[in-house]
């Protein structure tokens, strides 16, 4: 299983998925962390886990990236319909039993966002 580490000290995962507004669609952002002779593990226990993912309500997309030149970090971007669908696949006991497959050396930085305009640079 990854180590959690919040991403926001003062905003934590747990209080996100207690959200309960109607705020339309939400990003998941999840940095992992891994010694790079971890990485085919996490890619192995990631690909899983979207499977996962992939089969529940409110899921629309997600894309893994990996840090050049070797590096063992990871980032995954995902995009769903909203909190309430993000926290139901998140609590899915099949989800929550493969999370013991990642390396005990990986680290996990998982954190909700909605896109926000900013005038002139880009739109919500």
Not at 20 to 32: I, Q
Not at 55 to 61: E, V
Not at 74 to 87: D, H, I, P
Request: one cysteine or more; proline letters at 8%; glycine letters at 6%.
């Amino acid at each position: 299983m990854p180590n959690f580490i919040e991403m926001d000290r003062t905003v934590t995962l747990a209080d996100q998925l207690k959200n309960e507004d109607a705020g339309g669609p939400v990003v998941l952002v999840n940095t992992f962390v891994v010694p790079p002779e971890d990485a085919e593990r996490l890619l192995t226990a990631w690909s899983a886990d979207a499977a996962i993912m992939k089969r529940q309500p409110g899921f629309i997309s997600t894309q893994l990236h990996r840090g050049i030149a070797g590096s063992g970090a990871f980032l995954n971007y995902a995009v769903w319909e909203s909190v309430a669908q993000f926290r139901a696949a998140f609590s899915n006991p099949e989800f929550q039993a493969r999370l013991a497959d990642y390396p005990q050396s990986a680290t996990a930085s998982p954190h909700l966002f909605r896109p926000i305009a900013v005038p002139g640079i880009c739109v919500a």
